[in-house]
Each structure stands twice: as structure tokens, then as C-alpha cells.
């Protein structure tokens, strides 16, 4: 419980202040705890005075951190091939790696992967343990879930990332449980915190409000889950060396209780706002779902693709895998043309890694000129027609 010390506590209202639940409030000058307290300790580590403990809920260190030792990445393998995310989480833990000064491995699960290991050791992995087996044609949680389970158990990394992409939000979780260990999903940002070594994972919390950084201290191997597009993948360096492994798997792991009858690729993998190098985004300010017509014109002349906010999605203007934000895709394109679109946070989190940002609204204080490169006050009505034949004409010349 959370315990004030009536002596020490000067009511200078800080604690009040860094509670994000409203649970500790001073009266009298003196801090109250109320029932809303999570233990979260915000308010511990902000009072100057220390007048505020925890007691009772100490963590007892089960795990010998020490013999933990490695940085590991999930690399997905579907349909034949590497998942990009599995390339850009390379780039995120080849950094991580170096500044640990351990290993980078990437493993490697599926049927039939080709040249997919030396393309993991391009992108910066010393080592890939592969798994090619025929029974691991189609994904299965419970395959998929133990044969990694029990390579983090024998080999015991201290980092293991992985895609916050269906299948990794689908089998990461029951892993992280099997092992005792936390799992901070949908990660915007790692880093080593230099006095311990442990892995600072940070994320939005509160509706994407604040960012929050997780750290977990006392178990192993620490577990975080990255969106697509959210870090940048090394370049395929052909001259690197790298060690591959074919692990020999048991039976039982191989065992699974779901049998797959058929894999379809659904239309919504063809609408891959990821994978375009120019979008144009369109949100509420376009009015109708006519104004998505006007949208495809200049993603077309632009051999881009369109993109939406929720809004549009929530009006039915738009199909989801269109929608850019917390709850949509994050993109990080070489240009993103925001049309008709305020900019909330929800949206820009997940779409301010654009290379470059143009922005259309006709309220010149719209929260989306804050990231953008290029502001274009005034209707997008009139902007964006006259934008099209100028692009039309330049091509011409
Ligand atoms: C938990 C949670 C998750 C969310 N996830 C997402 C998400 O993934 N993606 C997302 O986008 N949102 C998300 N939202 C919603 C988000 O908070 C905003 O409500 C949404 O992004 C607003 O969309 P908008 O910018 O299209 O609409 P609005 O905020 O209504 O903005 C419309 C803008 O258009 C401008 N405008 C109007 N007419 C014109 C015109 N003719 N010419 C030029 N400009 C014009 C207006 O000035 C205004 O700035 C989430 C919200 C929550 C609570």
C-alpha cells in the first residue's frame, strides 16, 4: 500500500499533481491516498521530500538477470516471405544489441524459407536459429508459441522483440505468459537505459496522451511488440557474416489442436497503405464520400495511394485498412498530403514518421500544422483540383 509520512509531507500538492488517476489529493496540507491508487509510484519518485512509500508491494527478484544474455527478434515469415517488420526490427535490435554489447538473433519459423536467413544476416543479425518445417506451413499459435517458448528457455535472451502484426499479437502474449515474463506491446521507441541495462520500451498510454516508458527490472527475457513502419530497417549489407542454425524441434512442439483447411490472401492485403511511398490522406473535412473521389485523382497523378482518418472510417466513407492512426496502420511514407484533417493525436502517432507532411485545412490553428512541413490554409475543395492540373501540367513540360 501506498504509505504517507504525516511527518515528512509538506502538502506542497506535487504528488497531486503526477498522479495520472486523481487518487492522492492534499487536505489539510497533508497528502490522502484514495481508493483509485494503482501503485503505479509516480507519486513516490516526485515527492522531493520523501515522504511517500510503497510497502507490501515490493517485487521479490526471482530470475537471476545475469544469465540472461542476447538480443532476439521474432522474424515473420508468411506467405512465402519475410514480413517487413521483421527487417525493421533488425535495424531496432541491431541497435540495441551493439549497445549491450551481445548478440543479435533472429529466429526464424515457417516451411519452405529459401534464402530468408541470409537475408536476416543481411539486415543485421549474427545468427539465425531457422525451424523449416513442413508442419509450419500455416501459422499455428500453439506450434509457433512452443517452439519459441522453449528456445527462450534454453538459451535465455534478455530482449525479444517482435511484429505487432496479427500473428505476433495472436501467439507473442500466451509466450510472454508461459515465461513469466511482462510484455509492453505496440513499442514506438527502445532504448538501453545505461546505469542497468535494461530495456526502456516505450509506448502511448491514455488514448495516446502520453507516452509512458516501461522498464522491466526483475524478469527476463524482457518482451516488447513493434508496429510496422515504426522503426527503419538497415540497409541489405551483402558482405556480412552471420552463423545459421537448424534446430532440431520436438515432436510434441509441432502439435497443434487447430488443423488449417485453406489460406486465403484477403482483398484487404491489396489496400497496403504500408507499403506506399506517397499517401493522401483524407479526413472529416472532405464532407461526403465524394470527397474521396477527389482524393484518388490526386493520388493518382501522384501513383500514390489514399488513406483515411477514423472519422472517415466511422462515417463509412472508407474501408478500415485505409484508416492511418493508434487504432489504424502507421505509416511512414516520403510524402502524406492531410486533407480535410485536424491532426488529433490518435492520427498523427500514426503517421509523423512521414518523410515529408503537406497539410490542407482551412483553420490556419489546426493541430496537423504542428507537424507539417508545408501548411495550406483554405478549402481543399478548391486547393487540391488546382494542385492536380499543376502536377498534370508539370508532367506536360
Ligand atoms: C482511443 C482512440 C483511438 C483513435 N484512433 C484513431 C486512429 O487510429 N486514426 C484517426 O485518424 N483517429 C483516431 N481517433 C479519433 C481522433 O481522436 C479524431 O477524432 C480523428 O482523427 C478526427 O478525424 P478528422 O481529422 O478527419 O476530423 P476532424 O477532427 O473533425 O477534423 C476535420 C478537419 O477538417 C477541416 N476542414 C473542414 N472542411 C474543410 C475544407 N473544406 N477544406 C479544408 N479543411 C477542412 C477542419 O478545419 C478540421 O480541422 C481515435 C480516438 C480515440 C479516442
Not at 533488425?90 to 541497435?95: E, F, I, K, V, Y
Not at 551493439?98 to 524459407?113: E, F, K, N
Not at 513502419?229 to 512442439?253: C, H, N, Y
Not at 506517397?278 to 472532405?286: A, P, T, Y
Request: glycine share 10%; net charge negative; with cysteine.
Amino acid at each position: 500500500m501506498l504509505i504517507v509520512d504525516q511527518e515528512l509531507c509538506i502538502g506542497c500538492g506535487v504528488c497531486e499533481a503526477s498522479c495520472a488517476f486523481a487518487a492522492i489529493e492534499v487536505v489539510d496540507g497533508c497528502a490522502v491516498v484514495g481508493d483509485a491508487c494503482t501503485l503505479c509510484g509516480a507519486c513516490v519518485e516526485s515527492c522531493e521530500v520523501e515522504a511517500l512509500r510503497i510497502e507490501g508491494a515490493e517485487k521479490t527478484q526471482v530470475v537471476d538477470i545475469s544469465a540472461w544474455s542476447g538480443v532476439w527478434v521474432y522474424a515473420e515469415f508468411r506467405h512465402g516471405q519475410l514480413a517487413q517488420v521483421a527487417l525493421e526490427l533488425l535495424g531496432a535490435g541491431r541497435r540495441l544489441a551493439d549497445a549491450r554489447g551481445v548478440t543479435l538473433t533472429a529466429i526464424l519459423m515457417g516451411s519452405v524459407t529459401g534464402e530468408a536467413a541470409q537475408i536476416l544476416i543481411g539486415h543485421g543479425a549474427d545468427r539465425v536459429l531457422r525451424i523449416d518445417r513442413p508442419e509450419l506451413l500455416h501459422f499455428s499459435d500453439e506450434a509457433y508459441g512452443a517452439i519459441l517458448t522453449e528456445l527462450i528457455r534454453k538459451e535465455q535472451p534478455e530482449i525479444v522483440l517482435a511484429g505487432a502484426t496479427a500473428m505476433g499479437r495472436s501467439f507473442i502474449p500466451a509466450v510472454a505468459n508461459i515465461l513469466g515474463a511482462g510484455l509492453t506491446a505496440d513499442c514506438t521507441r527502445l532504448d538501453i537505459r545505461e546505469e542497468d541495462g535494461a530495456l526502456l520500451q516505450t509506448r502511448p498510454a491514455f488514448g495516446g496522451n502520453i507516452m509512458a516508458t516501461i522498464v522491466c527490472p526483475h524478469s527476463r527475457p524482457q518482451m516488447s511488440t513493434v508496429r510496422p513502419k515504426v522503426m527503419r530497417e538497415l540497409e541489405f549489407d551483402t558482405s556480412r557474416q552471420g552463423e545459421i542454425v537448424d534446430v532440431a524441434v520436438l515432436p510434441e512442439w509441432l502439435k497443434s489442436r487447430v488443423r488449417v483447411l485453406e489460406s486465403v490472401v484477403t482483398d484487404q492485403d491489396d489496400v497496403n497503405i504500408q507499403e506506399a511511398d506517397i499517401l493522401v490522406s483524407g479526413g472529416r473535412g472532405l464532407d461526403s464520400e465524394k470527397g474521396f473521389v477527389l482524393m484518388r485523382e490526386l493520388a493518382d497523378v501522384l501513383n500514390g495511394s489514399v488513406a483515411a482518418t477514423r472519422a472517415a472510417v466511422d462515417a463509412g466513407w472508407i474501408k478500415y485498412p485505409h484508416q492511418v492512426g493508434q487504432t489504424g496502420k502507421t505509416v511512414a511514407p516520403s510524402l502524406y498530403i492531410a486533407c480535410g484533417i485536424s491532426g488529433a493525436i490518435q492520427h498523427v502517432a500514426g503517421m509523423q514518421s512521414a518523410e515529408t507532411i503537406v497539410a490542407i485545412n482551412r483553420d490556419k490553428d489546426a493541430p496537423i500544422f504542428d507537424v507539417a512541413d508545408f501548411a495550406l490554409v483554405g478549402d481543399l475543395y478548391e486547393i487540391v483540383p488546382k494542385l492536380i492540373r499543376a502536377i498534370e501540367e508539370q508532367r506536360r513540360a
